[in-house]
């Protein structure tokens, strides 16, 4: 008998409506939804599932942006024994194509144009050719485990069904049948399938079961969240962060989530005022846009608590910020292959420790520091490559069998490819990813700290330091810099500023003004783009 008890996602959500009936669930534009609305449209969603023949352990790929329908989808997936496939949003023709192969997919559902993105026209353009099997189900050459297609939205796709038709679907199904699949679904099968943000190579998929509920149940304990929490959930919902520490969370907790469809810094921060938000999430480039935000319409607001990673030189700045405007921010470590904050702070811990770290272990998480070439063990204070073991790491990485044993060890340690030290009071810090840091004629170079850096001169809003090729001394940085709006600085200001203060091989070679950094959907900086746009820019040295 195991010593807890096991729960499925679809569980979870019946147990909030049990709990939380009349509460409200969900805030999307000027409607609600209370748990017991939100769960019956689950219900809803889950039937047409088994309408349209979706089987117990099926991939259901999900493409949409942040909807009300996504978050059905999300627990009505899982409540019927599927495992979502949530699709970045910023996937093109051939990223779209690549996902949908390599995940096996058997069902997609896609929402049709969002802005002036059509979804549906990649997603056409993206098939070989379409006929019918004789079971009625779609025949796709490139996409060979495909059988269904369902658009939200207008249908142009010969064979899709529109969102509708799906939901009439799901009328043919009764209460009997959809409890009978819940009662088959196993807590350790797939519960999804999240593909890595790709900020270089080629997106793997993750494979996780239902037991990292656990974790984030764990973590709402630690955090004191509650139902009378409401959560602004303007992170994409394909992406861990948003689907574990928002959707996942407030369900757990009862708590109500006003979900945005984009991430706009002053419709945000007016939203919170009017719906009294107490918790707001992000990575440091969300929170920069809050506080410029804030500094241009100051707003009265009741939040309590934020997440932030931090431990980073580049963030510690930005989040002591937030500590004196906003409110106190608790930082964490996590990654598509461990799960989302496997590491946390909490609000008794000291302002130093929740913005200069990122937080101790989860229950039933060890973390080592490791040489990177010899995999000796680290001591205290000294920076090495942070390994993480735990119940509710991934299984594997889907059909990658060779990735899955260079990334996860057969004692379960996984390698996460960053950088990091443990302190003497056992909190880790994030110090950045392996492939950024810099190697100047033989001497590391942090890009954090040049950015920390740079982020302190009034003129300069945002920066970024990449690296650059240099026949005498390997590589060099280079720095892309946002001035802040009517400011300037030429490029001799800034080696003038910085010459005497930091390390001479510290120094940016170059300095290239930008309007707006190439970000990843979870709100990280795509180097590997800046490092192309260098090359472009400056050419080959």
């Given at each position: 008998?195991?010593?807890y008890?096991?729960?499925?996602?679809?569980?979870?959500l019946?147990?909030?409506?049990?709990?939380?009936?009349?509460r409200?669930?969900?805030i999307f534009?000027?409607?609600?939804w209370?748990?017991?609305?939100?769960?019956r449209e689950?219900?809803?969603?889950?039937?047409?599932?088994?309408?349209i023949?979706?089987?117990?352990?099926?991939?259901?790929?999900?493409?949409?942006?942040?909807?009300?329908e996504w978050?059905?989808l999300?627990f009505?997936?899982?409540r019927?024994?599927?495992?979502?496939?949530p699709l970045n949003?910023?996937?093109?023709?051939?990223?779209?194509?690549?996902t949908i192969?390599?995940?096996?997919?058997?069902?997609?559902?896609?929402?049709?144009?969002?802005?002036?993105?059509?979804?549906?026209?990649?997603?056409?353009?993206?098939i070989?050719?379409?006929s019918?099997?004789?079971?009625?189900?779609?025949?796709i050459?490139?996409?060979p485990?495909?059988?269904?297609?369902?658009i939200h939205?207008?249908?142009a796709?010969?064979?899709?069904?529109?969102?509708?038709?799906?939901?009439?679907?799901?009328q043919?199904?009764?209460?009997?049948?959809?409890?009978?699949?819940?009662?088959?679904?196993d807590?350790?099968?797939?519960m999804?399938i999240?593909y890595?943000?790709?900020?270089?190579?080629t997106?793997?998929?993750?494979v996780?079961?239902?037991i990292p509920?656990?974790?984030?149940?764990?973590?709402a304990?630690?955090?004191g969240?509650?139902?009378?929490?409401?959560?602004?959930?303007?992170?994409p919902?394909?992406?861990?962060?948003?689907?574990?520490?928002?959707?996942?969370?407030?369900?757990?907790?009862?708590?109500?989530q006003?979900?945005?469809?984009t991430?706009?810094?002053?419709?945000?921060?007016d939203?919170?005022?009017?719906?009294?938000?107490?918790i707001?999430?992000?990575?440091?480039?969300h929170?920069?846009d809050?506080?410029?935000?804030?500094e241009?319409?100051?707003?009265?607001?009741?939040i309590?608590?934020?997440?932030?990673p931090?431990?980073?030189?580049?963030?510690?700045p930005?989040?002591?910020?937030?500590?004196?405007?906003?409110?106190?921010?608790?930082?964490g470590?996590?990654?598509s292959?461990?799960?989302?904050?496997?590491?946390?702070?909490?609000?008794?811990h000291s302002?130093?420790?929740?913005?200069?770290?990122?937080?101790?272990?989860?229950?039933?998480?060890?973390?080592?520091?490791?040489?990177?070439?010899t995999?000796?063990?680290?001591?205290k204070?000294?920076?090495g490559?942070?390994?993480?073991?735990?119940?509710?790491?991934?299984?594997?990485?889907?059909?990658?069998?060779?990735?899955?044993?260079e990334t996860?060890?057969?004692?379960?340690?996984?390698?996460s490819?960053d950088?990091?030290?443990?302190?003497d009071?056992n909190?880790?810090?994030f110090?950045g990813?392996?492939?950024?840091?810099?190697?100047?004629?033989?001497?590391?170079?942090?890009?954090?700290?040049?950015?920390?850096?740079?982020?302190?001169?009034?003129?300069?809003?945002?920066a970024?330091?990449?690296?650059?090729p240099?026949?005498r001394?390997?590589?060099?940085?280079?720095?892309?810099?946002?001035?802040k709006e009517?400011?300037?600085?030429?490029?001799?200001?800034?080696r003038?500023?910085?010459?005497?203060k930091?390390?001479?091989?510290?120094?940016?070679?170059?300095?290239?003004?930008i309007?707006a950094?190439?970000?990843?959907?979870?709100g990280?900086?795509?180097k590997?783009?800046?490092?192309?746009?260098?090359l472009?820019e400056?050419?080959?040295?």
């Open positions: 008998m195991n010593w008890h096991k729960r499925t996602l679809g569980e979870v019946e147990e909030a409506a049990n709990k939380f009936g009349n409200n669930a969900l534009n000027d409607e609600r209370t748990y017991e609305d939100f769960n689950t219900d809803k969603v889950a039937k047409s599932l088994l309408a023949g979706v089987t117990n352990g099926e991939h259901v790929a999900v493409w949409m942006t942040n909807r009300p978050l059905f999300m009505a997936i899982a019927v024994g599927g495992c979502i496939v949003t910023r996937y093109r023709t051939d990223d779209l194509a690549y192969a390599q995940s096996e997919s058997a069902s997609l559902i896609a929402l049709a144009e969002s802005g002036p993105v059509n979804y549906q026209e990649m997603l056409a353009n993206s070989e050719d379409i019918f099997t004789s079971k009625n189900e779609l025949s050459s490139n996409y485990k495909l059988k269904r297609i369902i939205g207008e249908v796709i010969s064979g899709a069904l529109s969102w509708e038709a799906f939901l009439h679907e799901g043919t199904v009764s209460d009997e049948d959809l409890k009978r699949r819940i009662e088959e679904v807590p350790d099968g797939r999804m999240a890595t943000s790709g900020t270089t190579g997106p793997k998929g993750v996780h079961s239902h509920i656990r974790n984030t149940m764990e973590r304990q630690v955090l969240l509650t139902c009378h929490d409401v959560h602004m959930n303007y992170l919902l394909f992406h861990i962060y948003a689907y574990s520490e928002i959707s996942m969370m407030c369900v757990l907790t009862g708590a109500a006003v979900l945005t469809e991430f706009e810094p002053d419709h945000i921060l939203i919170a005022k009017k719906e009294k938000a107490t707001l999430h992000g990575f440091e480039a929170w920069l809050l506080l410029s935000a804030q241009k319409n100051q707003r009265e607001l009741n309590r608590l934020g997440t932030l931090s431990g980073v030189e580049s963030t510690i930005i989040a002591e910020r937030v500590q004196d405007v906003f409110c106190p921010t608790v930082s470590f996590g990654m292959e461990t799960w989302a904050f496997v590491s946390i702070s909490n609000l008794s302002r130093e420790q929740r913005v200069h770290s990122s937080g101790y272990p989860m229950n039933d998480y060890e973390f080592k520091v490791v040489d990177f070439e995999k000796e063990e680290m001591p204070g000294e920076p490559e942070l390994w993480i073991r735990g119940y509710a790491t991934m299984n594997a990485y889907w059909n990658k069998p060779e990735a899955s044993s996860k060890d057969e004692e379960g340690w996984i390698r490819g950088m990091a030290k443990i302190r009071d909190m880790v810090v110090l990813r392996y492939k950024d840091m810099l190697k100047v004629g033989g001497e590391n170079v942090s890009p954090a700290e040049v950015e920390a850096y740079l982020r302190n001169m009034d003129e300069i809003l945002d970024a330091v990449v690296s650059y240099d026949q001394l390997a590589e060099v940085p280079v720095a892309f810099i946002i001035l009517h400011r300037n600085i030429s490029e001799a200001e800034l003038t500023r910085m010459k005497g930091i390390a001479s091989f510290k120094i940016p070679l170059h300095f290239l003004v309007d950094f190439p970000m990843t959907p979870s990280k900086i795509r590997v783009e800046l490092r192309e746009k260098a472009e400056l050419g080959d040295p």
